[in-house]
């Protein structure tokens, strides 16, 4: 899993701003995400006071038969973007906008630079009102799967059948 967030993160790194760009305007500035900006994991917001926060979330994980000597894994896992510091009618359009360009991103490249198989949305929820006080923080959580070959490595340690 930690391969698959590293991933992720990089392609969010690399990526994102691009999709944000055309979607940013003077009243709603769109900031691509900084490496501090992106957690692993639940994300305890009393410890980050950043205006926005990119928040990976390991799901479930299974196998499923690959190829000869590999199989494939396939990972969901929510990334999720929480915006605030700022009025609620611009955390609106921020939460929109992360969640749409991200999808963007994703659909005009669904191996994520090469990283994965094949990516795909399962859904989009959306929080117009994440904070713990009203009306101070907005999220949106996309359920995504990646698929990813494992190769299996022979286990030379046991000579006995030889």
Do not use: H
């Amino acid at each position: 899993m930690e391969s698959v967030y590293s991933s992720i993160k990089a392609f969010v790194l690399e990526t994102l701003g691009t999709y944000l760009e055309p979607l940013a305007d003077e009243s709603t500035p769109l900031p691509a995400p900084a490496e501090k900006d992106i957690v692993f994991g639940v994300a305890d917001l009393t410890r980050y006071e950043n205006k926005l926060l990119c928040v990976i979330t390991p799901d479930a994980q299974e196998e499923a038969e690959g190829e000869i000597g590999g199989v494939i894994m396939r990972t969901t896992c929510t990334v999720s973007f929480l915006c605030r510091g700022a009025q609620y009618d611009v955390l609106m359009r921020k939460m929109c906008r992360y969640a749409a360009a991200f999808r963007r991103a994703v659909q005009n490249d669904s191996t994520m630079g090469g990283a994965f198989q094949n990516v795909s949305f399962e859904k989009t929820d959306f929080f117009p009102d994440a904070g713990t006080t009203e009306k101070q923080m907005t999220a949106a959580e996309m359920t995504i799967t990646v698929e990813a070959a494992e190769e299996i490595k022979a286990d030379t340690t046991d000579t006995e059948d030889w």
